[in-house]
C-alpha cells in the first residue's frame, strides 16, 4: 500500500500510525481488523495491520522499524472506528524506533 494511506506522527522516537482518509476511501467500510502485538519487533517489509473492508483485503506494511509499544485496543474491539477522520481515535499503533 502506497505511503499516502497512511500517516505518522513522530514525539520522542515513538511514530504513531494511522490510516488517511484518502486510504479509508479506497478501502471502504473497515469491518475488520488485525492489529500487531506490543512488544513485537517490525522492519520495514512486515505487515503492520491486516485490513477487512467493503472494496479490499489489505496487509498494510510498517512504515517504520521498529519495537510496537501501544496498539490501539479499542480498534481491535471495534474496527468500525477507523472508519471516522478523528486521528485521536484512529491510529492503530506506536511505534518506537
Given at each position: ?8 506522527e513522530e ?6 500510525v ?24 517490525l ?9 477487512e473492508a ?8 510498517s ?15 471495534d474496527?468500525?472506528?477507523?472508519n471516522n ?8 499503533a506506536?511505534i518506537?524506533?
Open positions: 500500500m502506497n505511503e499516502k494511506y497512511y500517516w505518522m514525539n520522542n522516537g515513538v511514530v504513531t494511522g490510516l488517511t482518509d484518502e486510504g479509508k476511501d479506497e478501502l471502504g467500510n473497515i469491518t475488520f481488523v488485525s492489529l500487531p502485538k506490543v512488544g513485537d519487533s522492519t520495514k517489509t512486515d505487515v503492520l495491520i491486516n485490513v467493503d472494496k479490499a483485503v489489505s496487509d498494510i506494511p512504515p517504520v522499524e521498529g519495537t510496537v509499544v501501544a496498539i490501539n485496543e479499542d480498534a481491535a474491539n474496527p468500525s472506528i477507523l477522520s478523528d486521528k485521536n481515535s484512529t491510529w492503530v506506536k518506537e524506533k
